[in-house]
């Protein structure tokens, strides 16, 4: 299984935790994996088929240009990261 890392603002969604283990080969699967363990998380992530505007991928430290789609190993670490807009 793999490791996912929980943002502050998403942890009410799994009973506090910060990190969390879950299956999936990729970033999609890993997704549905969480959601039956902590039922509203999915909803929290996507919206219609992709991940929320402003919300972005990490897959061991490389920021994923492929969203749901990125391959993800047993080993991995996952992290949601708030899109950083500034100017």
């Known amino acids: 299984m793999c490791k996912v890392l929980i943002p502050a603002l998403l942890r009410s969604q799994t009973e506090g935790k910060a990190e969390v283990e879950a299956e999936g080969t990729t970033v999609g699967e890993v997704i549905r994996h969480l ?4 039922p509203g998380l999915a909803e929290r992530l996507l919206q219609d088929q992709r991940l929320r505007p402003g919300l972005g991928v990490a897959v061991d430290g490389e ?10 190993r047993p080993t991995s670490e996952v992290i ?6 500034g100017g």
Do not use: M, T, Y
């Not at 959601?35 to 902590?38: E, G, L």
């Not at 920021?63 to 993800?72: A, K």
């Not at 949601?80 to 807009?85: E, G, L, N, W």
């Open 35 to 38: 959601d039956v363990r902590f």
């Open 63 to 72: 920021i994923s240009h492929r969203g749901l789609r990125e391959p993800v």
């Open 80 to 85: 949601f990261i708030a899109a950083v807009s």
